[in-house]
């Protein structure tokens, strides 16, 4: 297995492994290698439906996403499909997965199953080297904020997803976490921000009090030398960590079909910063 780095912050491609025949050394370096680089691409594994969701449960159980249905026969997966020509898409927005849930998904797969000729790449950016490049008085007072995060059921998808949006008329139930999170398995801080489509406003403020602070850390959070891209073809399986990234899915192929194929990996509540570690 070969692991090469994609980009000076984070992401690798991952060359020389079968993700249907994979052993239990080989799982290991990629657990190894997605807490390194919090994104890894693997090329050229032309999976069944069933063989995707073996891998996936290598990982952990799968998070059923609460407001969007999956697959006819494989509830596990979700299309996310997006025709030649629609205006809307799913997820081209900064986000990490599953913010408005208590436990957000650990990680997030996708399987590139029909891809445009250009185009359709997807970004992403580090949220421990967001917070690392704050400054201690905006560290201290990061640590001290919590954040409201709720579903946009509305706007951010094609018709053919809205289809699958769960009870469209009920509200989405707001989930809230700390704004700096301690990875569960590498005790590093991340900056835990999102758009503000989803994450819309800090606990106990307005969203007008909230959105000039959270405009910023959205700016400072998406720095270019925080970044990657993700290039798909058809068979490439991408990883990536949503307990250290941010990622957005670029809208710039009108005219062709993209169709991928989702399954997040079930997470666990989120921790924050004990303040009392920055005195006031
Ligand atoms: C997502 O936001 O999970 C989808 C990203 C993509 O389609 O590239």
């Given at each position: 297995m070969e692991i090469q780095p994609i980009?000076?912050?984070?992401g690798a491609e991952i060359t020389g492994v079968?993700?249907?025949?994979?052993?239990?050394?080989?799982?290991?370096a990629l657990?190894k290698a997605l807490?390194d680089y919090?994104?890894i691409?693997i090329?050229?594994?032309?999976?069944?439906?069933?063989?995707?969701?073996?891998?996936?449960?290598?990982?952990?159980?799968?998070?059923?996403?609460?407001?969007?249905?999956?697959?006819?026969?494989?509830?596990?997966?979700?299309?996310?499909?997006?025709?030649?020509?629609?205006?809307?898409?799913?997820?081209?927005?900064?986000?990490?997965?599953?913010?408005?849930?208590?436990?957000?998904?650990?990680?997030?797969?996708?399987?590139?199953?029909?891809?445009?000729?250009?185009?359709?790449?997807?970004?992403?950016?580090?949220?421990?080297?967001?917070?690392?490049?704050?400054?201690?008085?905006?560290?201290?007072?990061?640590?001290?904020?919590?954040?409201?995060?709720?579903?946009?059921?509305?706007?951010?998808?094609?018709?053919?997803?809205?289809?699958?949006?769960?009870?469209?008329?009920?509200?989405?139930?707001?989930?809230?976490?700390?704004?700096?999170?301690?990875?569960?398995?590498?005790?590093?801080?991340?900056?835990?921000?999102?758009?503000?489509?989803?994450?819309?406003?800090?606990?106990?403020?307005?969203?007008?009090?909230?959105?000039?602070?959270?405009?910023?850390?959205?700016?400072?959070?998406?720095?270019?030398?925080?970044?990657?891209?993700?290039?798909?073809?058809?068979?490439?399986?991408?990883?990536?960590?949503?307990?250290?990234?941010?990622?957005?899915?670029?809208?710039?192929?009108?005219?062709?079909?993209?169709?991928?194929?989702?399954?997040?990996?079930?997470?666990?509540?989120?921790?924050?910063?004990?303040?009392?570690?920055?005195?006031?």
């Open positions: 980009s000076g912050a984070i079968d993700l249907a025949a994979l052993e239990v050394d080989e799982f290991a657990h807490l919090g994104v691409s090329h050229g594994q032309a999976l069944t439906a069933d063989q995707q969701i073996a891998f996936a449960r290598r990982w952990g159980d799968i998070h059923a996403h609460p407001y969007l249905s999956g697959l006819d026969g494989n509830p596990e997966i979700i299309e996310i499909v997006k025709e030649a020509g629609e205006p809307n898409r799913f997820g081209a927005h900064w986000h990490t997965d599953q913010v408005f849930t208590p436990a957000p998904a650990m990680a997030t797969m996708l399987l590139a199953r029909e891809v445009p000729p250009v185009g359709g790449d997807t970004l992403f950016t580090d949220l421990y080297a967001a917070y690392d490049a704050l400054s201690d008085g905006m560290k201290r007072m990061a640590c001290r904020l919590r954040t409201v995060n709720t579903y946009d059921k509305g706007t951010t998808r094609s018709k053919r997803m809205g289809a699958k949006v769960l009870e469209p008329e009920k509200e989405a139930v707001p989930a809230v976490h700390p704004l700096v999170r301690v990875h569960p398995e590498t005790g590093k801080r991340a900056l835990y921000i999102n758009d503000t489509r989803i994450m819309r406003r800090f606990e106990d403020m307005t969203e007008a009090e909230s959105k000039p602070l959270l405009d910023f850390f959205l700016t400072h959070e998406t720095r270019p030398e925080f970044t990657c891209r993700v290039r798909w073809q058809v068979g490439t399986l991408g990883l990536w960590d949503n307990r250290r990234l941010m990622h957005l899915a670029l809208d710039d192929y009108q005219g062709h079909r993209r169709v991928m194929h989702r399954i997040t990996i079930k997470g666990t509540p989120t921790i924050g910063v004990d303040p009392s570690e920055f005195p006031t």
